[in-house]
């Protein structure tokens, strides 16, 4: 790491490398890595599609098609949806939760009984993503810990869909539906 700032992490290649020096393996052809954080997707989009960067992180399947439509040398892991890893990472909805009407779990509740997970997958993720119930992926390794907690989830069932109940939470706190529902 030769620079690092909010805006950009850069990396130089060094000859030094302990493992090029012992014959390990040979020196990368990489010269400088510049890391570019915090970008939005449709950022990434554009500079990938104008060469102004090299690789992204993951897009969703209609932003890999748009990038692939505007520049045919961008490659992926596969040459079809989903492009990628089935699960990426999980994609979330957050809140500040110290600041009302976000503060009251009933709230929250009603707006996680509002969406509907599998309407969301089809439509922004073309079906390429399943359902999560907790914050992690649920890769192998994840599952005991997943298991761990079934109990809990099927006390608090995070990904349910339910308008009824969604209704009946922001009624219970002082929310009238008005004539656009």
Request: no cysteine.
């Amino acid at each position: 790491l030769v620079y690092t700032d909010v805006q950009r992490k850069i990396w130089d290649l060094r000859p030094d490398w302990w493992a090029a020096k012992t014959g390990f393996h040979d020196l990368p052809k990489v010269e400088r890595m510049v890391f570019l954080p915090g970008m939005d997707e449709n950022t990434m989009v554009q500079l990938i599609s104008n060469n102004e960067i090299d690789l992204a992180f993951s897009f969703t399947p209609q932003n890999m098609e748009l990038a692939q439509s505007q520049n045919d040398k961008i490659t992926t892991f596969s040459s079809e949806p989903p492009y990628g890893f089935l699960d990426w990472w999980p994609i979330s909805l957050a809140f500040n939760d110290s600041e009302p009407p976000f503060d009251n779990p009933d709230i929250r509740w009603a707006i996680s009984y509002a969406l509907d997970r599998d309407q969301i997958i089809d439509v922004a993720f073309r079906g390429t993503t399943t359902a999560i119930k907790l914050p992690y992926p649920g890769y192998p390794g994840m599952k005991p810990f997943i298991d761990s907690v079934s109990d809990l989830l099927e006390q608090y069932p995070t990904t349910e869909f339910n308008l009824d109940k969604s209704a009946e939470l922001m009624t219970a706190n002082g929310y009238e539906k008005d004539g656009e529902g």
